[in-house]
């Protein structure tokens, strides 16, 4: 499986981005996909997730700034973020889990958050 993350940048605090994950297979067989987090000098953290079923988790630190959503049939898993903060600066990753086969991770995209 191959992540491709896209849609990183600068951003305005209080402004919004969004993140594009595209899978190199069928995103259905896939039991859950989700975006992590990493800022300098911290560890990776979850930022949300979402099964193929659409069930969603989030990082109460995002929770009510941040939507997940999946595109079966683009292969594709996105990360809405509204209402940015600074503190949302950091290196985005995108994640999918086959239980029982693995785990994969995409490149980063880099989101700044200042003004």
């Known amino acids: 499986v191959q992540l491709q993350a896209s849609g990183g940048g600068l951003v305005q605090p209080g402004g919004s981005l969004g993140l594009s994950c595209a899978a190199s297979v069928s995103i259905s067989s896939i039991d859950y996909m989700g975006w992590y987090r990493q800022a300098p000098g911290k560890q990776r953290e979850l930022v949300a997730t979402?099964?193929?079923?659409?069930?969603?988790n989030y990082a109460d630190s995002v929770k009510g700034r941040f939507t997940i959503s999946r595109d079966n049939a683009k292969n594709t898993v996105y990360l809405q973020m509204n209402r940015v903060k600074p503190e949302d600066t950091a290196v985005y990753y995108c994640?999918?889990?086959?239980?029982?086969?693995?785990?994969?991770w995409g490149q980063g995209t880099q989101v700044t958050v200042s003004s």
């Open positions: 979402i099964t193929n079923r659409g069930s969603t």
């Open positions: 994640s999918a889990v086959r239980l029982g086969s693995g785990g994969y």
